[in-house]
């Protein structure tokens, strides 16, 4: 339910800044797992200057603040998200090159970036090639895959606070670890992401690129919604392939499934809420634990009103 107050800052958005404001924005169309309950406000900047417009006003207002890179490696639960969501997705997606660094805006897609290290004949980014999500959401996740991971090749970012200050931060203070950063509880949000990535061999590096776009369209099930690999590594272990063996593929709850076709993935089947989700995470979590004592912890970022 918006309120008076929320009303007011939705008055002095509008009045201030050129870019979307919705209320009661349902986030079912705002994630790629298609689940998701309404925010009660949702902006949509679409520049680095209309983002700290928005910051300035709302840092005055003191309502409840989300985040949202372009949704797809998050679980919004069924009653949304109290006070405002300003989701990045349509935002900051530059790009220039200066001697061996490559500078992308964080709204850049991960997989569209992986092309573009390509095209300027370097390597070390193949791994991100059907990676789904932003760039600036990539690092703050350490994102990665076949072996390659975002810490491997971010020199630098650029961010910014709650209030709209800019800052730089150098790779070593991100914090880098399996899936984490230090953005993580910072509170700050990625505006642009440097990489230095070495010169390689254009057709070895597009060649690889191909071969596990080859691998990612015949073993994950892209054709449905899904927020990615659901479960982290657990040490020693595939999470995909401790799940299959204990005869969870294709398990279902209400419109939640463990994918058919890797079950490393959980889709949304049809008409799925985030409560069949999370009850699907509980029952696999259950289930591996008492079978072969590893304890699975999702990869994906669940949030919203519980």
Known sequence: MVNKELL????????????SVRLNELMSGHTSFKIGGPADVL????????????????????????L??????VLVRDKGIRGVVIKLGNMLRDFYENDDLLTFGAGYSLALASHKVMECGRTGMEFAVGIPGSIGGAVYMNAGAYDGEM????????????????????????????????????????TEVTLQVPVGDKA?????????????????PLEMPSAGSMFKRPPGHFAGTLIDQAGLKGYTVG????????????????????????????????KIKAGVGVELQPEVLVIGEE
């Open 255 to 286: 419109g939640a499934q463990i994918s058919t076709k890797h079950a490393g993935f959980v889709v949304n089947a049809g008409g799925a809420t985030a409560a069949d989700v999370l009850q699907l995470i509980s029952d696999v979590q259950t």
């Open 204 to 220: 070895a590096i597009k060649a690889k690129m191909e071969d596990f776009s080859r691998r990612r369209v015949s073993k994950q």
């Open 151 to 190: 810490q491997n090749i971010v020199h630098s970012v650029k961010v910014m606070d709650r209030q709209g200050n800019e800052q730089a931060l150098t790779a070593s203070e991100l914090g880098f670890s399996y899936r984490k950063t230090n953005l993580q509880n910072s509170g700050f949000i990625v």
């Open 8 to 19: 007011n800052l939705v008055e002095q958005l509008n009045s201030s800044v050129s870019c």
């Open 68 to 73: 949202l890179g372009n949704g797809s490696n």
């Open 43 to 66: 902006v949509l900047p679409e520049s680095a200057e209309q983002l700290k417009e928005v910051l300035h006003i709302i840092s005055r207002a003191e309502v409840p603040l989300t």
